[in-house]
């Protein structure tokens, strides 16, 4: 199945700058069949966890964790970038390849103890992720594991992550 997925996501060259290769996940979300094989692969990886919310960040990951979130019969979380969320917030800032940036999330997003798996489509460098779990550890959630659609290997970001239990579909 992993296969048949990774040959569903374009490669567009130099995007958004130079050296970079962008991985277009636009090409699978608009297949029904690999789109439900994505979410249905990463149900099965996440198999019987107890898991009481899904938290996904903007904007890719809302695309991943809302479906999951309702599979599992839970509810989901949207973090957000900085102003975006209009109620009371928690907020962390993370460091970028180049500057920074801010997540936020809703202070009563989530009931302290609750058992919480994140969701994104990309695991990178593990910058965003790793400023997510502390948005959760601010609310006193606990991290149950972290899924994603791709990883990067070649990015290292499983090792900022070390301790949570990673999942994913597609390497490269």
Do not use: N
């Not at 962008?22 to 069949?33: E, H, N, Q, R, S």
């Not at 989901?76 to 009371?88: I, Q, T």
């Not at 801010?102 to 992720?129: F, Q, Y």
């Not at 990015?155 to 999942?167: F, N, Q, S, T, V």
């Amino acid at each position: 199945m992993t296969i048949e997925l990774a040959s569903k996501i374009r490669d567009i060259p130099d995007f958004p700058k130079p050296g970079i290769q962008f991985k277009d996940i636009t090409t699978l979300l608009k297949d029904g069949a690999a789109f439900r094989a994505a979410i249905d692969g990463l149900l099965e990886r996440i198999g019987p966890r107890k898991i009481d919310v899904v938290v996904g960040m903007e904007s890719r990951g809302f695309i991943f964790a809302a479906p999951i979130a309702y599979k599992l019969g839970v509810g989901f979380v949207p973090v957000r970038k900085l102003g975006k969320l209009p109620a009371d917030v928690v907020s962390v800032e993370y460091e970028l390849e180049y500057g920074s940036a801010t997540l936020e999330m809703h202070k009563d997003a989530m009931a302290p103890g609750s058992r919480v798996l994140i969701v994104d489509d990309l695991l990178a460098t593990g910058g965003t992720v790793a400023g997510t779990i502390e948005l959760v550890k601010q609310l006193k959630g606990q991290v149950v594991a972290l899924a994603f659609l791709i990883e990067l290997s070649f990015l290292k970001g499983r090792d900022r992550l070390k301790g949570y239990d990673i999942i994913t579909l597609i390497r490269y």
